[in-house]
């Protein structure tokens, strides 16, 4: 193979990287997307599958980190910039859908609390082991 082969089979090589890391950005967004509404609508079946779907894309994503360093081979500037969007969007999703998860582990404390009735100490449970109290009949005794 030539060095001119050998270049333009580099980028070609870059650009199908680059196309496949374009379509798994896509689906990365359409599931953060997706587990937001999950979230919403409090489908925590719908969330666990998202869940397992961003982690598999995640990795599919790591599989490719050199074309993360190498945004522009093939002098594509447009394409650089699409993938900087992309990931642009992406980063402002994930913060977005990390702050509903926290809003709602929020929400799901305060219910806790509230089913935990007047008596609850809003504390984490203890384990008691013996008697908590003395009985009527000792106090009286005593």
């Given amino acids: ?39 919403l609508r409090r489908d925590l079946n719908g969330l666990k599958r998202i869940a397992d779907e961003q982690k598999a894309l995640y990795h599919a994503l790591l599989a490719l980190p050199e074309v993360f360093a190498n945004l522009t081979l093939g002098g594509e500037p447009n394409r650089t910039a699409q993938l900087q969007e992309a990931q642009a969007r992406i980063l402002r999703i994930g913060r977005l859908q990390a702050k509903l998860l926290a809003r709602a582990q929020r929400a799901l404390t305060v219910s806790a609390n509230l089913m ?11 384990m008691h082991f013996g008697p908590i109290k003395r009985s009527f009949s000792d106090a009286s005794e005593g």
């Fill in 116 to 126: 935990a009735g007047a008596g609850s100490n809003y504390g984490p449970a203890r």
């Fill in 1 to 39: 193979m030539t060095e001119m082969q050998s270049e333009s089979f580099e980028v070609d090589l870059a650009r199908r990287e680059q196309s496949d890391v374009m379509a798994l950005l896509h689906q990365l967004e359409a599931s953060l997307l997706s587990g937001q509404t999950a979230l």
